[in-house]
């Protein structure tokens, strides 16, 4: 059974950081790929940062990159979203999905973590 949790998430003010982590169990990230969605209340949910393994590419939403960072560790079996320069518009529950590969049809999902940059 695969599972995925994520945790970080909470109120800072625009400017600060935030890193989101994403626990899996049931499937190797290392092996995976794994992507941070968000989604704001009522729109529509968005790819923010996609990490493809095992060869390491990232892609990023055009509003996150240079700000954003995706990165995983292999022995612990998480995946990290590093977000600086936070700004108002990044507000919005973030999730965690993986799936096998690439070409896989399933994928899995976490419950999400709330992010609200200012108040």
């Known amino acids: 059974q695969v599972q995925l949790v994520e945790s970080g998430g909470g109120l800072v003010e625009p400017g600060e950081s935030l890193r989101l982590s994403c626990a899996g169990s049931g499937l190797t990230f290392s092996h995976s790929v794994v992507t941070w969605y968000r989604q704001v209340a009522g729109g529509e949910r968005e790819l923010v940062a996609r990490?493809?393994?095992?060869?390491?590419?990232?892609d990023y939403a055009d509003s996150v990159k240079g700000r954003f960072t995706i990165s995983g560790d292999g022995a612990k079996n998480w995946v990290y979203l590093q977000m600086n320069s936070l700004k108002p518009e990044d507000t919005a529950v973030y999730y965690c999905?993986?799936?096998?590969?690439?070409?896989?049809?399933?994928?899995?999902w976490g419950q999400g973590t709330r992010v609200t940059v200012g108040s």
């Open positions: 990490l493809i393994s095992p060869l390491g590419d990232r």
């Open positions: 999905a993986a799936r096998r590969s690439i070409d896989a049809r399933e994928e899995y």
